[in-house]
């Protein structure tokens, strides 16, 4: 026991939630010590169990809620509790807007020390279900029978799972139709523990504007047992699948894709559209998951931007350059950074598919490459970033520093580090002008923000 604390572990205590944390966790304070738990919302007077305690911190679980918030919803989903997938489905989704919102200010206060930045309420979807375009769900063995769903919270135990409500209703669809036809034909599971068995994954994806399907079948072994009937079977019953694929990954990992893949039947990729501009999507590719929130986020950008066409444009961190063609349409000149070689061959695809020639994209750290490309004159009146959720790399913001574009626009999916880096441009010479946050996953605690900087 510790008694300098003010709670102990496995005593109760009556709390009133205050806040909940990045991850959706009520925060609850006794003595100004702040303990966390799961499913608490704030304003609620609840009974909590206290579960773990730390020096500055401890962890309860949630007995009795004696005061209900009036944001509290029951979750449609009827595996919500079991799957880690969703974190906020008891929150209404007007509530989780206000949630998003307030983390984002919270964040940018306490961390980048931007007392009064113009933060916008969150741009939420008018229908926060079914939005996700690609599902990759694990298969394995119940009593004989094929089972496919996400993993148990903290653990590899597979939850049956029928439907997910933040999945584009086709990738339900995929999902079961190849569980099923998989079964009929006798087809073994990938059993993790002893590396055995066959399927191991299930890939559905899905062209939101095209209706173009794409279903992927990752094996253990090279061979698919009955591929050809299990092909035929899955065509027949799948409307608009346009690709069946097998991935063959033979490795004892966590990683779903292995190095091998076929195309069984159909095209090697689809094809879907995000405004006007058309993407190829091979099983590998990089693609946002939520096509139409990455139309509204894309839109935000471009409009930070603010190209009259005699701009030259840096997009650092491009992945297969959605935003780089994006902004091409408006700009003199395009040049994306991205540092995975296949997603950056995938861009110029990309830009080829779609006739865009005044871009050019460049494999390598955007640290690296953009001093290099300063070096040998090329700047930037504006410059993107949309980095990872570690953020940007310091030398990268002190190149844009020297470079001094007239106007940054930072997208970001970690709201933490984006605050760290405003703070670095804000003390070289930059202002951030306003932050447009944007709901790409609901239902879930991410958030992500749109930010525009301009030089002082
Ligand atoms: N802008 C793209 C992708 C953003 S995701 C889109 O909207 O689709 C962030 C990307 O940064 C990923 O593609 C990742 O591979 C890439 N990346 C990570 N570290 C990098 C680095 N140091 N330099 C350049 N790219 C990097």
């Not at 990954?249 to 501009?277: A, S």
């Amino acid at each position: 026991m510790n008694q300098t604390l003010p709670v102990q572990k496995n005593e109760y205590y009556d709390i009133q939630f205050e806040d909940l944390t990045h991850d959706g966790a009520g925060v609850a304070k006794v003595e100004g010590y702040p303990i966390f738990v799961p499913n608490g919302l704030p304003g609620e007077k609840a009974k909590i169990k206290i579960t773990k305690v730390n020096k500055g911190y401890s962890f309860g679980r949630l007995i009795e809620i004696y005061e209900k918030s009036a944001d509290r919803v029951d979750a449609p989903c009827p595996i919500y509790k079991e799957c880690g997938g969703c974190q906020l489905q008891h929150l209404s989704y007007e509530g989780q807007l206000k949630a998003k919102e307030k983390q984002v200010r919270d964040v940018l206060t306490r961390i980048g020390k931007l007392n009064d930045v113009l933060v916008h309420p969150v741009l939420g979807m008018e229908d926060p279900w079914r939005y996700r375009n690609k599902a990759q769900v694990p298969v394995g063995e119940r009593e004989g029978g094929l089972i496919a769903g996400f993993y148990q919270k903290r653990s590899h135990e597979i939850i049956d799972m029928r439907a997910c409500l933040i999945q584009q209703d086709i990738n339900d669809e995929v999902v079961q139709t190849v569980k099923e036809v998989c079964e009929k034909y006798g087809v073994s599971a990938y059993d993790e523990k002893r590396h055995k068995g066959t399927i191991r994954h299930i890939m559905a994806r899905h062209g939101l504007v095209t209706g173009e399907v794409m279903v992927v079948i990752v094996t253990r072994t090279p061979d698919l047992p009955h591929g050809k009937r299990i092909v035929e079977e899955i065509v027949s019953r799948i409307n608009g699948v346009k690709s069946v694929i097998q991935n063959v990954n033979t490795k004892k990992t966590n990683v779903i894709l292995g190095d091998e893949t076929r195309v069984l039947w159909g095209e090697e990729v689809i094809y879907d559209y995000i405004g006007d501009v058309k993407f190829a999507i091979s099983s590998r590719s990089f693609y946002q998951v939520n096509p139409e929130q990455t139309k509204v986020l894309y839109e935000q950008a471009l409009s930070y931007a603010d190209l009259t066409g005699e701009e030259e444009v840096i997009d650092a961190y491009c992945g297969i350059g959605t935003i780089s063609l994006f902004l091409a349409k408006k700009a003199k000149k395009v040049y994306g950074v991205e540092i995975v070689p296949e997603a950056i061959e995938d861009a110029k695809r990309n830009a080829e598919l779609n006739g865009i020639e005044n871009v050019e994209f460049a494999v390598g750290e955007a640290e690296t490459v953009i001093p290099k490309w300063y070096e040998q004159g090329i700047t930037a009146e504006v410059l993107v970033v949309d980095p990872p959720r570690k953020g940007c790399d310091e030398s990268l913001l002190k190149t844009i520093l020297d470079m001094k574009p007239k106007r940054v626009v930072y997208v970001s999916c970690n709201p933490a580090t984006l605050a760290r880096d405003l703070r670095i441009l804000e003390d070289g010479g930059y202002q951030t002008q306003e932050v447009q946050p944007v709901d790409m996953f609901p239902h879930t605690t991410h958030v992500e923000c749109c930010v525009l900087l301009v030089k002082k």
